[in-house]
């Protein structure tokens, strides 16, 4: 991992970059993962909770016109669906 910052989920994401930012998009740009990818993957499942969500980790100071989460530390509905999103196309698509 170059940046264990990368490691801490945001939404909304703005400029900034993490490691679940990064697998979206191969997966919406229809990247085929392969092994570069499995470590990666492997940070975002061990992150989901045991309700099977995934937390807001880093609310970032940039301005937004509206509030699409809530408090740093809660489930995120967005990182959690990103994070579904990721592992499926992991999954499916080795």
Do not use: C
């Not at 940046?3 to 998009?25: A, C, E, K, Q």
């Amino acid at each position: 991992m170059i940046d264990t910052y990368w490691l801490r989920f945001s939404f909304p994401t703005t400029w900034h970059y993490d490691v679940l930012r990064g697998l979206d998009y191969l997966r919406s740009a229809g990247v085929k993962p392969d092994e570069r990818v499995a470590e990666a993957v492997e940070w975002v499942a061990k992150k989901q909770d045991p309700d099977g969500k995934w937390p807001l980790e880093n609310v970032h100071s940039d301005r937004v016109h509206f509030d699409m989460e809530g408090v740093e530390g809660e489930p995120s509905r967005w990182n959690t669906l990103r994070a579904l999103r990721v592992l499926d196309w992991y999954s499916t698509g080795r």
